[in-house]
């Protein structure tokens, strides 16, 4: 493909995005983390750039698309002097679960220097990453989402396109994420009880998958939490991080979320523990008796 993509921000889901699209022909161009040997080493597998700076990878690249971990980095990379330095042009589509407020904020930088961006918010695992079948919601500028829905389709099993401007697919992901995690943590909850009172956790699965209590997290999570195999596919940092921003939401639109505030709770207790690198399953090492409270 003559379009050349450059990935800022090659963690697991970044590097996964990129490995895919090479897999298909596509022009990645070059890479960057602050994560230096992560970077070189995937632009050594995938014959990309490895850019000592951010200003490199917009010079290399067409469409940038960026993977960050929070509000702060996405601010960080988003000035003169790093990715928009000679960015007239250029298309940024901008993937992580952030605030909606930075969407807008790097929308506005963007077009101040002649360049794009897109929001692009990710609902889907690593290995959707690395098979181009990620569930991605789009928000901003539509002409923009057309002229790259090409890329977006490579990377994408399905694209949903959220009108009302940009910020509005960020609102819409920390509403899956709010209720992926509480709902973790209600089926650790459960399963630790159950366990507690000396039921067998697999029958335990079984009677919620066939009954109200039945959901996605109990076809991802329960083995993991009853096989206490936490590796991580989402962390608990992160998922405190996006319930976070849920609950900034709700505060400012005047709705109250009780239980998203206890999960957070939970969350942060992990991170404060030591725990906050396991996957947001080990929150079962909470509710489960004899683990990580006893």
């Known amino acids: ?3 050349r993509i450059g990935f800022v921000g090659v963690g697991k889901m970044g590097a996964n995005m990129a490995r895919h699209l090479k897999d298909k ?10 994560n230096t040997a992560a970077a070189a080493e995937l632009a050594t597998e995938i014959g990309a750039t490895n850019a000592a700076t951010l200003a490199e990878v917009t010079a290399a690249s067409d469409t940038i698309i960026t993977v960050v971990t929070n509000d702060d ?3 960080a990379i988003f000035t003169a002097d790093n990715l928009l330095a000679g960015a007239e042009g250029k298309t940024f589509i901008n993937c992580a679960t952030l605030s909606p407020g930075i ?3 790097v929308e506005v930088a963007a077009n101040g220097v002649g360049a794009k961006s897109l929001e692009a918010s990710m609902a889907s695992s690593i290995s959707h990453a690395r ?3 990620l569930f991605l919601m ?33 609102e819409v992901k920390a ?3 709010m209720v ?10 459960g399963l630790g009880i159950g366990a507690a009172l000396g039921h067998d956790v697999d029958m335990l699965c079984d009677v919620f998958s066939q009954t109200g209590a039945n959901s996605r997290v109990l076809e991802t999570d329960a083995e993991d939490m009853r096989d206490r195999d936490h590796e991580c596919w989402f962390s608990a940092e992160h998922a405190a991080k996006d319930s976070g921003i849920a609950a900034d939401m709700a505060t400012s639109a005047g709705v109250k979320a009780p239980l998203n505030d206890t999960t957070i709770a939970q969350y942060k207790k992990m991170v404060e523990m030591g725990l906050g690198e396991l996957d947001k399953s080990g929150v079962a090492e909470l509710t489960f008796k004899g683990r990580a409270l006893s």
Do not use: C, P
């Open 1 to 3: 493909m003559s379009k």
């Open 25 to 34: 022909d596509w022009n990645v161009s070059a890479v960057y983390d602050i």
């Open 73 to 75: 980095a996405m601010r």
């Open 103 to 105: 969407h807008r904020e």
């Open 131 to 133: 098979e181009g079948k």
């Open 138 to 170: 789009l928000a901003g500028d539509e002409s923009v989402f057309n002229e790259q829905k090409d890329v977006l389709d490579e990377l994408s099993l399905n694209l949903k396109f959220i009108t009302g401007g940009t910020g509005k697919a960020a």
């Open 175 to 177: 509403l899956v994420n």
């Open 180 to 189: 992926m995690n509480i709902n973790t943590a209600g089926l650790a909850e």
